[in-house]
């Protein structure tokens, strides 16, 4: 189907499988909704001006699989709307959005699904949220899900949440940030954020996260398992094997990257560079070991805590007026803090807290 005129409405309901349905528009203001039930459908949207897009495939529906989604909002679609909902098994979604101020929406729920969000325009939101068919997803888990997220743009915002076991999200931000509050949203509607940011959520077991941001003033936050008292996040349980990855570089002043993981197993990197960097690590359980990198620069802030059995963690940070805290409180933990430069300040804590 292909609408060339404004305020164009496009509505597509297919049931069955191996069906097919594509919808272009290329005027302002036009919305287009697609739903297809079954297994094998492909569904494609494409939009070249301000738009709205609604695709379904196989929901409320746990037996649907395989089906792919896509949908391509082209330069000039400033403020467009995205919004894919798919359910089942090893199905494939797919957004692009090259204008400025895009929202995009994607709900996986089933396992072995792949989520895939491109943005290339300022002030872009991407969501996206993976999990199980109920809400008790130690039932009925979700798992195997990949997720990736890639924005280039001032001031974007990225939230992935993933339940189950053995999820991979991968998020790549650049473009500037700045200090002042944005138009992000999360899954729980819009709220007031610092852009540039990035939020991944993983509950359960053998999941990894990787955050590489490359921007001033950018902010990430990786919580896996969880746990965290300063004041809330919590809970931890069943959570194991998890790894969080986080770089910010290439200028990365005053960056933050905040990492919680509670359970087995864990491993946290995180390296930023430049001036002002703020790093947070807190890791509840056994076998976890945790590098902050924060070089090139002087006033970092690095705070590790590792709560029990075999923990390690390594800082260094270079240039000034660098801070580093290290809590180990208990079990055959090794800290080792490098500083260089003047006036910096290290404190380590081994043993009963």
């Known amino acids: 189907m292909k609408q060339l005129g404004s305020s164009s409405n496009a509505l597509v309901d297919q049931n069955g499988a191996g069906n097919a349905a594509s919808t272009t ?11 297809q039930t079954g297994t094998g ?9 301000a738009a709205t897009s609604n695709l379904e495939q196989g929901n409320f529906d746990a037996s649907s699989s395989s089906n792919s989604a896509s949908v391509a909002q082209n330069a000039g679609s400033d403020g467009s709307f995205s919004d894919i909902n798919q359910n089942g098994t090893g199905n494939t979604a797919t957004v692009t959005q090259n204008g400025a101020n895009g929202d995009s929406f994607l709900y996986t ?13 300022a002030s872009d939101v991407s969501v996206v949220i993976q999990h199980d068919f109920i809400a008790d997803s130690s039932a009925n888990p979700s798992t195997g899900n990949q997720a990736t997220v890639l924005q280039d743009g001032a001031n974007t915002y990225s939230y992935i949440a993933q339940d189950g ?26 709220v007031i954020n610092e852009p540039a940011e990035s939020v991944v959520l993983q509950i359960g077991t053998g999941n990894a996260a990787y955050v590489d941001q490359i921007s001033n003033h950018a902010e990430s936050n990786v919580y ?8 809330a996040v919590n809970l931890a349980d069943g959570s194991a094997n998890n790894v969080a990855n986080v770089k910010q570089n290439a200028g990365g002043d005053d960056s933050r990257s905040d990492i919680y993981q509670g359970g087995v197993g864990n491993i946290a990197n995180t390296t930023q560079s430049s001036l002002g960097g703020l790093a947070d690590v807190r890791q509840n359980g056994i076998g976890n070991t945790s590098d902050i990198d ?19 963690s390594s800082i260094i940070q270079n240039g000034t007026s660098n801070t580093a805290t290290v809590g180990q409180y208990s079990d055959g933990n090794i800290s080792s803090v490098m500083q260089s430069g003047s006036g910096n300040t290290a404190t380590v804590t081994q043993g009963t807290h």
């Open 25 to 35: 528009q290329t005027a302002a203001g036009a919305i287009s909704t697609l739903r």
């Open 294 to 312: 924060q070089q090139s620069g002087s006033g970092h802030v690095a705070t590790v805590e590792q709560y029990a059995n075999g923990n390690d």
């Open 165 to 190: 076991g053995n999820n991979v999200a991968n998020v790549k931000l650049s473009g500037e940030g700045v200090n002042t509050s944005g138009r992000h949203t999360d899954s729980a509607g819009y």
């Open 109 to 121: 729920a089933g396992t072995a699904n792949h989520a895939s969000v491109t943005q290339n325009a």
């Open 41 to 49: 459908n492909i569904g494609s949207v494409t939009q070249d001006s």
């Open 224 to 231: 896996q398992g969880t746990t965290f008292d300063g004041t």
